[in-house]
């Protein structure tokens, strides 16, 4: 039974190495033997995906705009663009300054050429305290510190597509993208808020965040391989990839009182943060797959990382109910920390709106889904914490 206040998903906006836009994603995804896009040599012995050719100045007008922003910022601010046209709302002055929105953003890039100089300059000089003032008061701009401003992505959101409604960030690799979209959510359904934009972004090309990854030993090392095939392969199992995902999530009345294409309902949100160190992990994911899953044949789009315990984790559980027909698009995409979420709930609502399943992006360790999904599940078990799940159904 459909209510006014259901959570609805009017608007879409994806950017990956497989392209831009909700349309370009279904069409590749949806071809059966997709072989990824990737970038081995860059980032050697680490492979990543990287971003495809993008023109900024389609959602982003303004080049002092792109100047001030570092690529991150720029995918992110780019990938709402994509999501506030799809739901008819950008432009709309209305819409925009009642608009609420809920970002999923990490630190930031750092400035490399800063950090290379100052662990030069600490070569030489004992005085280690003096030189870090130095450096801080003469090397970075006043508003910055040593990355960026994790918020910087939700005000260049704001400046740009002048969604000036309340704002909140939140951190924490994937946790951070089931958190935004669990909140965002709840803010719907309680009524405190009839249209929200929710998302994240992540640009993997640059190689303080790959230093992120690989100091705790979570990077995939040598030859790729898809995200299930990665256990007992040298390295950590990620494959990570730069990406950006933005849903425009509104209360159904409000969506039909303007008359917009529903993509899909969103239904239970579910997280959890399990003691893992306690062997809590798969305990944890069992309880979200019984509070989430409604029952039946079902097919659900994994953001498995390749991590190997969280990984191993997912696919057990997943394994153990025989109805769960699993699609671990990091296979495609590569990691995407904290768009990974977003992106899972939006490539689940493309199959619930198309009336058809994605084939399996791994022939191995995948198994073919028939009919039409109804409801598809979004999985997130964080790479290193943190775990959220979605149901995501038809209109």
């Known amino acids: ?28 995804l949806a071809q059966p033997g997709r072989e990824p896009v990737l970038e081995a040599a860059r980032f050697a012995p680490y492979t990543v995906h990287p971003l495809p050719e993008i023109d900024w ?52 890039e750092r400035d490399e050429a800063v950090d290379a100089d100052i662990l030069a300059a600490s070569e030489n000089r004992n005085d280690r305290d003096v030189l870090l003032n130095e450096k801080l008061t003469t090397e970075l701009r006043p508003t910055l510190f040593l990355a960026q401003l994790s918020n910087l992505l939700a005000g260049n959101i704001s400046i740009v597509h002048k969604v000036t409604g309340s704002s909140r960030t939140f951190m924490g690799e994937e946790g951070a993208g089931v958190a935004a979209v669990e909140t965002a959510a709840a803010r719907i359904r309680s009524g405190q808020s009839t249209h929200i934009l929710v998302g994240g972004a992540f640009q993997t090309e640059h190689s303080d965040m790959l230093l992120g990854y690989e100091l705790a030993g979570y990077l995939h090392r040598g030859p790729w391989k898809p995200v299930w095939q990665r256990q007992g392969a040298e390295g950590g199992g990620v494959v990570s990839g730069s990406g950006g995902a933005f849903l425009v999530l509104e209360q159904r009345e409000h969506a039909a009182s303007r008359g917009r294409k529903i993509y899909a309902e969103l239904g239970q949100v579910v997280s959890g943060r399990a003691r893992r160190s306690r062997g809590e992990l798969d305990a944890e994911i069992a309880a979200l797959l019984k509070q989430a899953s409604p029952g039946g044949k079902l097919l659900a789009m994994s953001g498995a990382s390749g991590a190997h315990a969280a ?85």
């Not at 006014?4 to 608007?11: A, E, F």
């Not at 792109?66 to 994509?82: N, P």
């Open 311 to 395: 990984t191993i984790a997912e696919k057990a559980a997943l394994d153990a109910n025989p109805a769960i027909a699993a699609r671990g698009f990091s296979t495609l995409t590569g990691h995407m920390k904290e768009a990974q979420f977003p992106f899972a709930v939006a490539l689940a609502a493309l199959a619930v709106d198309r009336k058809a399943a994605y084939p399996v992006f791994d022939a191995t360790a995948e198994k073919p889904f028939e009919g039409i999904p109804a409801s598809v599940l979004a999985t997130a078990i964080g790479y290193h914490q943190f775990e959220g799940m979605a149901l995501v159904n038809a209109a």
């Open 1 to 28: 039974m459909s209510s006014p206040h259901d959570v609805v998903i009017t608007g879409i906006g994806l950017v990956s190495s497989l392209g831009e836009g909700p349309d370009a994603h279904w069409q590749k």
């Open 57 to 108: 100045n389609l959602q982003i007008a303004k080049r002092g705009d792109q100047r001030q922003m570092e690529t991150w910022q720029r995918l992110g601010t780019y990938a709402a663009g994509l999501a506030l046209d799809d739901a008819g709302i950008k432009g709309n002055d209305e819409l925009c300054t009642t608009m609420d929105m809920v970002v999923a953003a990490g630190g930031g």
